[in-house]
């Protein structure tokens, strides 16, 4: 589905996602799907030669446990005549005498040369494919493997492979001496269940995949539509990927509407990235019988008179952290409580296994994908106003010049006194807005002391190196019916970073309190982030020089980067620089080993804050709770199944695919906005290039797209890579990464979510 300005053409992008994890049998040995490389643009006809008989024979063979009796084999492949079955004789006579098979007494094996081997397929749109190794046994799937154990498969050797399948491969050497892959035998089907566009053209009803790697549509029959019409968004379930070439049959399961509504574009990234939306029965049991009553007990100290207020955005539902700032002779003490979610959510229990596959919410415009059920999320643990609530609380002293003092930990019992936006508290500290204050009367001196203490931290933590990166995002705001009714860019004001400076100190404090034990604990995860690749520093700094950015030689350390950033504070330059800055630096992940954090400069670092949302700050909960309680080794500590190396890559895979779902609504909710707004002008930097043409980013609504580099007019345009330039062949016009310009919106391609424009004017 494309929109266009009617004068240039667009390239076909890319769309990529994860398909459902269940697979889908091919009955009595029937064969599957089979596709064409070539990927034609609605994938409504598909017809190429498929996997040869012999590979039909071993991939039956390999299916039955590596030996079949000639009889068997017949019967799999419907050699019902004697001379179909005199094929199949010579076939497997000649696959004896290549030694890709044994036979003894009219019973076929497998010989065991190490080339033949199960995968995973992993498509592409363009028609190959990647043969992964699949998950280890008992390991969970999100965790990352190896890559090197990988294999191309080329377009001619896929066979009826889709995505996602369980496959049989055959490894062998290419021409060109190579290791590459043929597909053999599609062991197991994953996509049963296709979100995708439902198409009826020419009486022909068609399911056309989300995802560019199923390179497939799926066949409806007319009743089986289930009331869709044409157009929308809709979940097909597979009956059967049939004997033919053609597409598998399926019908609709369910409709889920226009696709120009944000919450339509939702259901499609919660299926596309397998994000579990729904909790099972017994974990809504559990949830629901959780009592609410809140009691002093023993270990829990009673902190209602202190003067906790939350600080949130506006639409928050979920308020997991609460803060209080009390002056002292020496200084500030600042009381931290977090939402004590592990009082409620016990290790191994069903609300317990449910969160930790989650590993984290995930939040999208107007609707969240929660990792516990809103009977926590929303009640139990929100620390909502004028209501008591058990809590875990960082009692954090500090000098006035930020030094910090002391540190303490204790369950608790907080009262939230006030629900504050972060709008409010900059109008009351930073606008000295007077009726806004006077409205507040009562927490004025609260939130001057929080504003103070904030301030200090802040310049504390930039004077050790912590890198200052200011990285906004695109905003998006929905209409009642909706639709996107506007898409700006994000503001951070002294709120937010007041805020971002208490949770960053609560988050090391924990994290030192265990290092200072000397010794790994069970359960416990740092949050580390390891120094970027010095490699791809010296190619930003390559790139900094040739844009007249002059900076010191190495070390490149946090505050080598810090220069970086200072140097474009304020210019246009500054979000281009940032985000090629943000490109050298490798993923913070979760890790029970301490590397330190090299972005916030601090050689302890772990997640604490925000135990509602994230799983690894629950396990951190549990860990400091077996602590304080006095060092015994405590099963609360211990995350359901893997150990605490496993939890970490797991959880950090998890929160990968959280982030990647997040950008993906974002794109195509961006897509959509622009959609309304062909032909209009915006003003945008240059922020990378390629040789199919520039990346623009929109300045007001950080909106991506690109021009394509055959309509740039005026001259024949070539790439200049190492300095990040298109440079024009006859005119010399250059057009680098960090120009400004101004653009049109030319073409709006809705099903790849790519965003066309045409130059208008180079700007000063």
Known sequence: MSTRNRTRRTPA???????????VEEKNGKRGQNRSPRHSRHREESAVTGPSRSDDIIGFIYAAGGEATAKDIHHALASESRSEQKKTDLILEELCREKALTCRKRVYSIRKDGNLREAIFQGNPRGFGFAIPPPVPGQPESIPHDRSGDFFIPPGAVGRAAHGDRILIR???????????RVISVLARQAAKVVGRLVIKDGDFRVIPEDDRLTYAVEISPDGIGGAENGMIVLAEIIEFNLTHKNPSGRVIKVFGDPARAEVQAE????????????????????????????????????????????????????????????????????????????????????DRDAYQRGTSVYFPGRVVPMLPERLSNDLCSLVPDQDRY????????????????????RSIIRSHHRFTYTTVAQILVDQDPEIRATHQTFIDDLERMGQLGRILEKVRMAR?????????????????????????SQRNLAHKLIEEFMLAANEAVASTFTEKGTRQPGFLYRIHEPPDPLKVEEFAEFSRRIGIILPPEPYNPSWFNQAVDSVRGTPKEYIVNNLLLRTMQQARYSPENAGHFGLAASDYSHFTSPIRRYPDLMVHRALSTLLSGGERHRAGTPPGPDTDDAGLFLSQRERVAVDAERDIIARLQAWYMAKHLGEEFTGIISGVAPFGLFIELLESMISGAIPIGDLTGDSYELDDKNHRVLGRGTRRVLQVGDLIRVRVNEVDLQR??????LVEELP
């Open 13 to 23: 992008g890319k769309r990529h996602r994860g398909p459902g994890r269940q697979s």
């Open 171 to 181: 490894v062998s050497a290419s021409r060109s001496g190579k290791t590459e892959a």
């Open 268 to 351: 499609i990234v919660i299926h596309l990235h397998q994000l579990p939306d729904t909790f099972s029965n017994e974990t809504l049991a559990e949830a629901n019988n959780l009592s609410g009553v809140i009691e002093p007990a023993a270990g829990r100290a009673d902190l209602r008179q202190i003067h906790h207020v939350t600080i949130d955005g506006e639409t928050a539902r979920d308020f997991d952290d609460a803060v209080a700032v009390i002056s002292t002779g020496k200084g500030f003490t600042l009381y931290v409580s977090i939402a004590d979610v592990s009082h409620y959510v016990t290790p191994g229990s069903a609300i």
């Open 391 to 410: 809590a875990f609380t960082a009692i954090l002293e500090f000098d006035r010049e930020g030094k910090r003092l002391g540190k303490s930990f204790t």
């Open 465 to 489: 190196g912590s890198i200052g990166f200011e990285l906004p995002e695109a905003e998006i705001t929905l209409a009642e019916d909706g639709s996107i009714a506007s898409v700006s860019r």
């Open 753 to 758: 979510r790519r965003i066309n424009f045409v």
